[in-house]
């Protein structure tokens, strides 16, 4: 530096700044380096951030009051700066030579002032509010000037005279700007004009905030206040930046992605010209791979016939293109904060060796801890930046991910969508899509991780030599065991879910069948299979418990393992190389560093091979074929025809065989063209293929005009029901009147709650079949097209609707004439008032033409009237002539039972059927006027007879009740809950563990550092065996008390979890029916899975973490304390601030959390519902609107999600801060008593204080994860602490074995009701049945005729009055003991999977003969012994692979094992055909001659032949006599068999 500064300033003096108590710096290194740097950081910033302020404008700034302050300071700053230059030139005119060092500071210093000065005002005119690079620069520049001025304030109070005036004066001006503009730079500018922040409600507050701001997370400190003060709710909530939206994106991503797929599609061009001269004509229904419209379609072609080794479109080259340049900058903070890292091992060894030199002057040490305190703080904001941007990152993977599929969902073939179920895709949404968002957090550690083991492996060699290898050779030794023991635990974990699955299956169907269960009393033997698989699980929960005992020992143990050996070796290797405290604890803390990367190392590598498995199903689905847009010619205007077909050939995937072969259609503008034929002979194909839903194989399809389509299984939204009618067109009164009028549906409204705005369920289960069907017509009907095409709208509603509907709506009378209509039929009484007749057989036409001209021919069309008419004309023709009323007592038209029996999709409509049985709400018809029976008899119950009901107030108790959601802090009651099912005395003994094994962790640290002090004392040689042996003796015992504290803990968390399982699962079998009435099943399903698997896993792990960390930072706090005492003055601040910042955060955290889940399931469900109404939202057109719907859906749950991730790093901050002002006040505190401590203790406590802030972070974590995972205890409890029913068995009222041997049944008075608080359904009903007798019972809807069986077996408890069997009140008895002497063939058939002879007889009562003889009776032996397994065929869950008649002579069969002398038939509505029902009826007649048989009828004919009829009306006995002298009587029973047609 001589040829600036001159000979006479030197650059450096150690007496001068090192070795003196009031140390200065040189005059020269003044001007050059201090002056320099921030110049040199600005001007290298300063290319970079022009080039970034380029690309990023968001609009401009007004010009500010403050912002002209700014600009005016940097302007005086440059004058200032050139007043000294200038001062030099005028010194030199004066003769006196200054060096060049005078000349170029200036020079510098005035420049970069103006590059300032001007980088402000672009700031403000590209619209920054607030900027880091000015901020950081001004921070140095004070940081830089305050040697300077104290120096100066030194030389003049030295010399008694200030010698330079007019520098002196200059200097102070600008030191005095500088801390001007740093403390304006601290201040926000306003937002921009036109900036979407001002126009936004509730804008996130992070847009707006300062770089300070930014870089601490103070901006969210207002949400943190919020929700501490009141539970957070939506409202609160800040609306998603625009970047992190769904609209931004998605786009973002697809770009790229078709991008990709073009790329691939060319490539494969090129590879495939060669092969083919001439490509074969274009004929496909297909876009291939879905990418850009002008892809040549002949690519499909080629790809089949040539597979070539083409090159897949690649997924993951799109996502990073997408997102890996926002991802890099947080690749380049890590790359920071792991080189800052190192910093403060070495400044620890500094501090180590100040304490031994005595006569060190003060001011090093603490120069060292402010250094330290420091390079901490600096780590800890670039730490949590770095987080920042990889957590944005993945939450916009996950947007974008779940926006793509969506959208791909929409379009994919049909051929496509059987190779990925809903299921799956909606887990390549949830699952795969979490996965990447896991990932991309950890993703940096796979360059970092290596980089800071090597960085710490250096720095150890040069503290250790050679001997870190031994150290070395231990942590790789750790690792296979860690591999090991992690392959192990994750083959554990997949045979525990199958464990668990198997048991939510189980309790699924036991919750679908209670009421089975309950009335044959066999809730036991379910019980026990439900505990067999419990047992199971909790076995391999405590094998994991056993490796994770191992893994944690393994994990606190290694790094004491490590320094153990590396001592050891160290010690003996050589004679003279001796431990000092240096050497012990910088290398201890070097240790420390390398836990982290070696433990992390193996997760992220399985998260990476997780990851990429999603990534290939992700890559999978999006690269289906999607449909072709134009397979169906929708211009077609040149033609009178509206539909035609010219030659065309159709099948559902390109290389299954054509589902319909040459067809040619035409149907003319305006006509009604009926198409009939046979059970899959591909009418619902054709109207597909009408959509364009079908490969179109050859020929022309056209439609003119718009499409309205009725699938034949109604799609139903989760909306309100005028919402499902609209389907977003806009709403227009008499128009909807009109159409509600016409589709029957006003009747309906009136027994709806809400009316037309009542909200309908998932698949709309609270309607029944044919109110669906009928709202689905009303839709198609509301949106007023050109062409209807109608998938046999009318099997689903009761035949006097379907007329109904035919007449007003369909008909040649009907609301649509005038337009064309196509309607797939099986109902024979509309074919002759219809247009034309399509009848077809096998996928072909087989005739067209008119009613009569078809009659005449004599064909096909001819041979299915004959095969259906007979009995169905009949009662079609009787059922309409009647009047509406009395809908409820017609079976659907029987035509429809023969469709239903071989539906040509039966697994889904069963499926179907089994989720409305599920969710059924209610139970039973007639429980309460408001709720809709989900049975399909009751498919609209028009005029509702009970006006007592209808008068009731509007507002009925709901019937659902609300989930109560707990907000606020959890109770410490549960805690003690919780406590008490581990175990008082255990939970004592675990903490006790806890305490042992830190006082054994800090005992092998305190005897390190006293090992240390030999080397001082020069007394190493002779104790280095006891110093070793003491060492490893402390430090084994710590690792085994670990293990043993771990595995007692988790043993204790199993017996909870076992103890809380057993209470939920015996409290609900002894529940009442009326409770699973009125608590939807998921919500008990929940308990047994969520919570339940919350218990089992997550607590343990939660409470595990809580007491290591808790026991870490408590032995953090006792060391620092012991070794200098006065730190104990701090810990009372401290602690109040982290108590502070905990209860904030955890408040906030925990009602996030649940705000987010709240807001993910509606994403999936909403998928799920648009999956399965592709067709229908493809055949509106309204695809883009429900991806609007999808997207806003996601936006809202990732409006929750991200104020998530801000609190979790607002946290770390502060946390983080605090922990660093232990490590600050540790080493001051040393510093200043370093008179009396040794070097070790200094070590000691410092190296303690160093690793304490993980711990400190990681226990806020914990209390919130705790206080969110013991709720599930909280809701288990409350439901294994329900109302029981009474108790199965009574001892002392035991009936005899042989009872009820006559079978005389009386009532005396009886009512009842279904619970408390409604009406009675059955009023003070007398009779009295003789033994043998048997019963037909008959009434309306409604009427008390269901509620009379579940009075026998007491599933309702009698009101007043009470009933007796031979003498025996049966309310004295024990339920089983009455159940299991009655038996009910129930009207829903319910089977529980399991083999069949499980379902006949789960007690194993009976011998195989036994059950031979009532599979014969029962007619299904035939079927039986055709299976292979025979009586051990498996029932697949709900009886799927038996059909609905087989499933009815099942229950038969049962009901003829047990034989008992009473036994009650409720009759099965439309899901049994006539044959099934006639078989019953005869087997009962026959086997069951000598018994009471109650029979509810809902075909009269079935009881004409009874002792006696019951008529019931509205929970009353109307009339009670024979059949003949009810007929006789000519009344209400009269009435029913007219309409019936059985009299006349």
Known sequence: MEPLCGPELPFWEANQTLHTDRPDLPECFQLSVLSWLPCVYLWAVCPIYLFYLKRNNRGYIMMSIMNRFKTVFGLLLWIVCWTDLFYTFHELRQGHTQPPIYFVTPLVLGMTMLLATFLIQFERLRGVQSSGVLFIFWFLSVLCAVVPFRSKILQASSQNEVTDKLRFTTFYFYFGLVVCELILCCFNEKPPLFSNVVTDPNPCPEATAGFLSTMTFWWFTRLAIKGYKQPLENKDLWSLNQRDSSKVMVPKLLQEWEKELAKAKSEENLSSQAVYSKPPPSTTNHVGGGGGESSPEEVEVLLSNQKTASRQPSFLRALIKAFGPYFLIGSAYKLLQDVITFVNPQLLRMLISFTKQKGAPDWWGYSLAALMFFTAILQTLILHRHFQYCFVTGMNIRTAVIGAIYRKALVITNAAKRSSTVGEVVNLMSVDAQRFMDLTTFLNLLWS?????????????????????????VMVMLIPLNAVIAMKTRAYQVEQMQHKDARIKLMNEILNGIKVLKLYAWENSFKEKVLAIRQKELNVLRKTAYLGALSTMAWTSAPFLVALTTFAV??????????DAERAFVSLSLFNILRFPLNMLPQVISGLVQASVSLKRIQRFLSH????????????????????VVNGKFSWAKEDPPVLQ???????????????????CGKSSLISALLGEVEKLEGEVSIRGSVAYVPQQAWIQNATLRDNILFGRPYNEPKYCCVLEACALTPDLEVLPGGDMTEIGEKGINLSGGQRQRVSLARALYSDTDVYLLDDPLSAVDAHVAKHIFDNLIGPEGVLKGKTRILVTHGISFLPQVDNIMVMVEGRVSEMGSYQELLKQNGAFAEFLRNYALEDIVEEEEATEDSIEEEELFPEDALSNHTDMVDSEPVINEAKRNFIRQISIISVDGENPKSRSVRRHTCSQRKHSDQQEKKKPQEMQKLIQAETTETGRVKSKVYLEYAKAVGFLLSVFICFLYGCQSAAAIGANVWLSQWTNDASGNQTKENVHMRVGVYAALGIAQGILVMISSFTLAMGNIGAARKLHSNLLTNKFHTPQSFFDTTPLGRIINRFSKDIYVIDEALPATVLMFLATFFVSLSTMIVIVASTPIFAVVIAPLAFIYIFVQRFYVATSRQLKRLESVSRSPIYSHFSETVTGSSVIRAYGRHSAFVVMSDMKVDENQKSYYPGIVSNRWLGVRIEFIGNCMVLFAAVFAVTGKENLNPGLVGLSVSYALQVTMSLNWMVRMTSDLESNIVAVERVKEYSETKTEAPWEVEDKKPPPEWPMEGNVEFHNYSVRYREGLDLVLKNLTMSVKGGEKIGIVGRTGAGKSSMTLCLFRLLEAAAGEITIDGVKISELGLHDLRSRLTIIPQEPVLFSGTLKMNLDPFEKYSDEDMWRALKQSHLHKFVSN??????????????????????????????????RI????????????????????????????????????????????????????????EFDTPANLLSQRGVFYGMAKDAGLTQ
């Open 662 to 680: 040459n067809i040619n259609v035409m149907v003319p503008q305006g006509s009604l063209l009926a198409v009939v034929g046979h059970v899959g």
């Open 449 to 473: 991780a290596p980089l800071q083991i090597m960085l710490a492996l250096y720095f150890l060699w040069q503290n250790l030599g050679p001997s870190v290898l031994a150290g070395v050779a």
């Open 570 to 579: 160290f010690v003996t290797v050589d004679e003279n190389n001796v431990l």
């Open 625 to 644: 074929d999607e449909l072709d847009q134009d397979s169906v010619d929708r211009k077609n205007t040149a033609t009178g025809f509206s539909v035609t």
């Open 1427 to 1460: 299976q292979p397994a025979k009586l051990d065929l498996e029932c697949s869950e709900g009886g799927e692979n038996l059909s609905v008649g087989q499933r009815q002579l099942v229950c038969l069969a049962r009901a003829l094992l047990r034989k008992t």
């Open 1463 to 1518: 036994l009650i038939l409720d009759e099965a509505t439309a899901a049994v055909d006539l044959e099934t029902d006639d078989l019953i009826q005869s087997t009962i007649r026959t086997q069951f001659e000598d018994c009471t048989v109650f029979t509810i009828a809902h075909r009269l004919n079935t009881i004409m032949d009874y002792t006696r009829v019951l008529v019931l009306d509205k929970g009353q006995i109307a």
